[in-house]
């Protein structure tokens, strides 16, 4: 969890913006109508010069393309600020156009229309066949241009989720970004290329980029580097500021960071130290770290990036006491998956589940087996409640990165449960040797789903394609009933628990724990496996049990019941329909500050505000969640709800309840949101979303003091036995 900015690792789905359908896409006479797609290019050599000052760039790429056939020109994609000022080929000029716009398929016979967002910044250039045609097989061509890079940032679109700001490239003296949809090189097509660059920026700045720094050295004012990446990549990233340089050895590898000057030894020391077992880790796991180098890059705007071979944080990010054991793992990690082994385009993000899986909850698995189970329960629980209650459930495979919370709940969430159960049913040591085998196979190439799962068919000789299949081409999970359980035993011998373990049609093939306890603390586990809507399952035990529970620990993906969870703020936060009630008692600026703040979270969804009437009215019933902003007769009503938590007299109070709608059963998620003053209220409001897990939060002005959980109601999922 990150307290500003966003999560740990959008970055990587943010930054995988040049995809690929396949490599070595050879530009072929199509069919008669429509003309030949582009080829990708095949390499990059590039010489770029930052003018800092000028906000501009200024490059030769000399790229390595197919040559087209007959009659057909080169096409490439560029930042439409950049203006071309030679193309040539063989040491010849060649002429060219440059057009407004750009042209899909031109450049994928089906191009993935979803995905175009990323492309705003291009236009196309159309480079014709030169009178005396092009020469067979591989051409050199040379592209020389320039111009002002200097996209704003843009604000995140949801005030109520979490993202970065975003921009598609900028030079300016705080620093340079320029990424793949940046189109600051030449872009045909998706492919994967191995490349060499060489960056001038000003004397007391430094570049960096994928690969290593094979030379670099400070010439006439300037600093030059050249940057060398020999594995194939799908973008070239040049992230260039003020820097200072921090490095030491570890084995092969060296360890490094880009930091601001004013950000000191005892800021970098805590990252460069843990980076080395951090490698270590994941290798001995997953194979040899990939890369020559490993550098953490500060920036100047609050980022989370993942990109081969470094990580792009913020410069408050990396203040954070937390993130050096949180994200940074993370975003280690991401050299295997998502920057070693490439995302497919259109077919499904991967990486973020198996990283998370990984570097995150393996993290909770090492401090201790409660924390592992509470974080799979708050794994199904913000499923449950962004992405089931919203109705914005989707299949895996069509998860492209995270930009709410419930594409976070099933992109992240979903994908490290589907790990979970895979490491569960193969165990540990086949759950590593496949995705060692996976690496070492798909290493600097794309790939899906599908190689995922001929990875562990190959370790494992199993026949997972009806494991995949249910999981990630599907979308939803069961819920589980527990019925007819009853307790037999035949003269002296064992005890038998009886019961039935039923799901909804179509049934999931599932294997799900069961334990049977009784109260002097004797308990046996045992297995089911279930395939259709009932399952009938006894289990011998030889002791006197008093309960038996299905998936007590939360093991399995599945629709977690209300009374499982406590009542946690991502219920309220995820509710179709929200309402938030302005206590009676609230006047003056804090009034208007909470009018503020319902307004903006009423930007990007359905959020009714509404001002409590003088008095001891009672409030109308609403069908959804209600929130209550600031003291009133309504929120003290309720006041029981909260326990231990005073609403009064203890700092900001955040917490969340639930009440049963009038005349049903139905459970209403409740928030309180009780700020102790106006000025941090705003910034604590930002907050919340990031600590949706919890049942309450204490704030001392913006800063969280204190966060914990309700005590969970009795699972319909444990039945008493006698
Ligand atoms: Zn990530």
Not at 82 to 111: C, E, K, N, S, Y
Request: charged share 25%.
């Amino acid at each position: 969890m990150l307290a500003v900015g966003g999560g740990p690792a959008a970055g990587k789905a943010v930054m995988a913006v040049v995809g690929t359908v396949a490599m070595g896409l050879v530009a072929a006479p199509g069919p008669a109508v429509a003309a030949s797609t582009a080829s990708p290019i095949l390499r990059h050599e590039v010489d770029v010069t930052l003018n800092v000052a000028e906000n501009r760039l200024d490059a030769v790429d000399r790229i390595r393309v197919a040559a087209p056939a007959s009659g057909e020109p080169v096409r490439f994609l560029l930042n439409r600020e950049l203006d071309v000022r030679a193309v040539r080929t063989g040491g010849r000029d060649l002429d060219f156009q440059a057009h407004d716009r750009w042209f899909p398929r031109h450049f994928w016979r089906r191009p993935p229309f979803a995905d175009l967002g990323e492309f705003e910044a291009a236009r196309e250039i159309e480079v014709p066949e030169p009178p005396v045609g092009w020469s067979a097989g591989v051409l050199t061509v040379e592209v020389e241009y320039g111009g002002v890079i200097a996209d704003s940032l843009h604000s995140p679109e949801r005030a109520y989720g979490r993202s970065f700001e975003t921009t598609t490239g900028r030079i300016v003296e705080r620093g340079a970004y320029l990424t793949g949809s940046t189109f600051w090189v030449p872009w045909s097509g998706d492919g994967l290329f191995p490349f060499e660059m060489t960056v001038s920026v000003p004397e007391e700045w430094r570049s960096v980029s994928q690969g290593r720094a094979a030379s670099d050295a400070v010439e006439r004012g300037r600093r030059v580097t050249r940057w060398v990446s020999a594995h194939p990549t799908d973008q070239i990233f040049l992230i260039a500021g003020p820097y200072d340089l921090h490095e030491r050895p570890h084995g092969d590898v060296t360890v490094q960071a880009y930091v601001y000057p004013i950000t000191g030894e005892d800021i970098v020391a805590p990252y460069l130290e843990s980076t080395g077992a951090v490698l270590d880790r994941y290798s001995e796991r997953f194979g040899a770290y990939p890369y020559a180098k490993f550098a953490l890059v500060e920036n100047y705007w609050q980022t989370g990036f993942g990109m081969p071979s470094f990580t792009f944080l913020g410069d408050r990010v990396i203040r954070l006491p937390f993130i050096v054991d949180t994200s940074y793992p993370h975003e280690i990690l991401h050299n295997w998956w998502g920057n070693g082994v490439y995302l497919r385009r259109g077919e499904g993000n991967w990486c973020e589940g198996l990283t998370t899986h990984g570097a995150d909850y393996a993290a909770k698995e090492r401090e201790d087996p409660n924390a592992a189970r509470d974080y799979r329960r708050s794994t199904l629980q913000s499923y449950r409640d962004f992405a089931l209650a919203g109705g914005k459930d989707f299949p895996l495979r069509g998860f492209r990165e995270r930009d709410s919370a419930a594409t976070q709940a099933v992109g992240y969430g979903k994908t490290l449960m589907v790990f979970h159960m895979l490491q569960r049913r193969l165990g540990a040591d086949m759950f590593d040797a496949s995705l060692e085998r996976f690496f070492r196979e798909q290493r600097f190439r794309r790939a899906g789903w599908d190689e995922l799962r001929a990875a562990f068919e190959a370790e494992s000789g199993e026949d997972l394609v009806p494991f995949f299949a249910q999981w990630v081409d599907r979308a939803g999970a069961p819920a589980w009933r527990l019925e007819d359980v009853k307790l037999g035993r035949e003269g002296g011998g064992p005890y038998q628990v009886h019961g039935v373990l039923v799901q909804d049609a179509p049934a999931y093939d599932v294997t799900l724990p069961l334990l049977v306890t009784n109260e002097d603390g004797a308990h046996l586990r045992h297995e089911v496996r279930c395939t259709g809507e009932r399952t009938p399952f006894r289990v011998d035990v030889r002791f006197t049990p008093d309960r038996v529970s299905a998936d007590p620990d939360f093991e399995t993906f599945r629709r977690l019941h209300p009374e499982e969870s406590p009542a946690a703020l991502s219920a309220v936060l995820g509710a179709p329909a929200v309402r938030i009630v302005i206590g009676n008692e609230v006047s003056g600026t804090m009034r208007s500050t909470l009018l503020e703040i319902a307004e903006e979270w009423g930007r990007d969804s359905a959020v009714v505000v509404v001002e409590e009437p003088a008095g001891h009215g009672e409030l109308p019933d609403f069908a959804g969640g209600t929130w209550f902003f600031g003291e009133g007769h309504a929120a003290h009503e309720r006041e029981a709800l909260l326990g231990a938590v005073h609403l009064h007299g203890s700092g900001t109070v955040v917490a969340a309840a639930r009440e049963a709608a009038p005349g049903g059963t139905e459970l209403r998620p409740l928030g309180f949101f009780l700020p102790d003053d106006p000025e941090s209220a705003p910034s604590v409001a930002r907050k919340i979303h990031h600590y949706s897990k919890y049942s309450w939060l204490v704030f001392d002005g913006d800063r969280n003091t204190d966060k914990s959980f309700w005590e969970p109601g009795l699972s319909p999922l444990t039945v008493k036995v006698r």
